[in-house]
């Protein structure tokens, strides 16, 4: 591992996280235990001499926020399979009339495919790890991309534990704990009661997808 990264140097760093000792610990408890598609697979970590490192696999497409439309103008699409070229009709400064085309199908299809990997891994984490697990910040960073723009859930830090499933596979029902998250993306319930669920994720989760529905891939 040194070797990898040049004797710990910041030119080979590729990301760094903003939580502290407690929380690292928190990602190599749980991510050597847990294995999923939709789920960053931990390879390595180092500890010692005031060092710390996680070692994850390689996700050459970085997370979803850095490919999020930086474009604020409000693109309204309309559906006409009968065009065979893409063209489109400039309203005003802040609003785009495009025809339906393959390259706009492609993008639906990306989009969908992040969605759907992204509610898999917390599916896995919220119904088949066990004990289960409660995120508390899912957001557009915390959700990485391979070279086939798979979504894999990542940074465990800030998770919690929940009480073992009961005799019937369910999830059980919260965990009392501070607040922690992202402002926006927080569910107003668990920022009220501080009690974390399943569905504290969901909501999460579902905020990413509405706020950050368009997203700047090229097919």
Same mark, same amino acid.
């Given at each position: 591992?040194? /070797? ?12 760094? @996280? ?14 050597? #235990? ?5 789920l960053?697979? +931990? ?10 490192? +996680? ?8 997370? /979803? ?20 070229? =893409? ?20 993008? *639906?299809?990306?989009? +969908? ?7 898999? @891994?917390? /599916? ?11 995120? #508390? ?20 830090g800030?998770s #919690? ?5 009961? *005799? ?12 922690? =998250?992202?402002?926006?993306y ?5 920022? +009220?009661?501080?009690?974390l ?8 989760? =579902? ?13």
């Amino acid at each position: 591992m040194a /070797l990898a990264s040049n004797n710990v140097s910041e030119s080979a760093q590729i990301g760094q @996280g903003g939580y502290g000792k407690r929380e690292f610990l928190t990602e190599i408890e749980l991510l050597s #235990r847990l294995h999923h598609r939709n789920l960053v697979s +931990l390879i390595g970590y180092c500890d010692q001499e005031g060092e710390q490192m +996680l070692v994850y696999e390689y996700m050459s497409n970085g997370a /979803l926020r850095n490919h999020l439309s930086v474009q604020r103008d409000l693109d309204i699409f309309i559906f006409n399979k009968k065009e065979k070229k =893409g063209s489109a009709l400039t309203v005003s400064n802040n609003i785009t009339l495009l025809l339906f085309n393959h390259k706009f199908s492609c993008m *639906i299809s990306m989009r +969908l495919k992040i969605a759907l990997g992204s509610a898999k @891994g917390l /599916l896995y984490q919220h119904t088949e790890a066990n004990p289960p697990i409660f995120r #508390r910040d899912v957001k557009a960073s915390n959700i990485l991309l391979d070279s086939r723009y798979t979504a894999k859930v990542a940074d465990f830090g800030p998770s #919690r534990l929940a009480p073992v499933l009961d *005799i019937e596979g369910n999830v059980p029902g919260h965990v009392s704990t501070v607040v922690k =998250g992202t402002p926006g993306y927080l569910d107003p319930e668990y920022f +009220l009661t501080y009690k974390l669920t399943d569905k504290s994720d969901v909501y999460s989760l =579902g905020e990413n997808i509405i706020r950050h529905a368009w997203f700047d891939f090229s097919c």
